[in-house]
């Protein structure tokens, strides 16, 4: 085998070449950590089957730099909070490849337009299926939601368990990484609160 690393250019390659090419080199990191798969029966096909997850986790990438959601007129005027909270996600650390999950906490005040709600999951899957740092996470969907809608206001809060904080380095089981974006009125103390006291009525 050539030491040279191979240049790539994923865009260029099928997804068959990717996931051949792909699990190659996890067969190679297999090997290099002593395993054997010729003896093994459980490592048979573990190669493939990395990859594949993770073509599957990192989907995101292939659906290019902006969702496709589309807004619609706010033809009620609904001028108060929208929120959609618990919204569970997976994502994948960005430093460590391993996962970090938890739930997405999403409200805006509308304006001249509303989205979905269903679109709100959608939204945050869509920028969770890529290697990521949770805190570009909840800037990227309050970012997105800030420009498609222009609404008075946007707050994302992520709240997350990290598998690189909790099987590794400080081993930490189940602390909780908490983060937040916000844009125009929730800037306002009272938006905020208002925000935060209907999250916390999970838990009464
Ligand atoms: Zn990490």
Redesign the pocket.
């Known amino acids: 085998m050539n030491d040279a690393p191979v240049k790539l250019e994923p865009r260029d390659l099928t997804e068959e070449s990717r996931l051949n090419a792909i699990a190659a080199h996890v067969g190679e990191i297999i090997r290099l950590l002593g395993l054997d798969p010729a003896t093994d029966i459980n490592l048979e096909g573990t190669d493939r089957r990395v990859a594949k997850m993770y073509l599957e986790i990192f989907s995101g990438l292939n659906e290019g730099l902006r969702p496709e959601i589309t807004s619609f007129a706010n033809e009620e005027r609904y001028t108060s909070m929208v929120i959609e909270r618990d919204i569970p996600f997976y994502s994948t ?4 490849f ?1 996962p ?1 999950h938890g739930h997405g906490h999403i409200a805006y005040i509308p304006n001249g337009k509303i989205v979905g709600l269903s679109k709100l999951p959608r939204l945050l899957d869509f920028y969770a299926r890529r290697p990521q740092l949770q805190e570009r996470l909840t800037e990227q969907v309050a970012s997105f939601l800030d420009e498609e809608l222009k609404p008075k206001g946007v707050m994302v809060v992520i709240e997350a368990r ?1 598998l ?2 909790e099987m590794r380095g400080v081993k930490k089981p189940g602390a909780l990484t908490v983060t937040s974006a916000i844009r125009g009125v929730f800037q306002e103390k009272a938006v905020r609160d208002e925000f935060l006291t209907l999250l916390n009525r999970r838990n009464q």
């Open positions: 650390c960005v430093h460590h391993v970090f990290h690189c904080v």
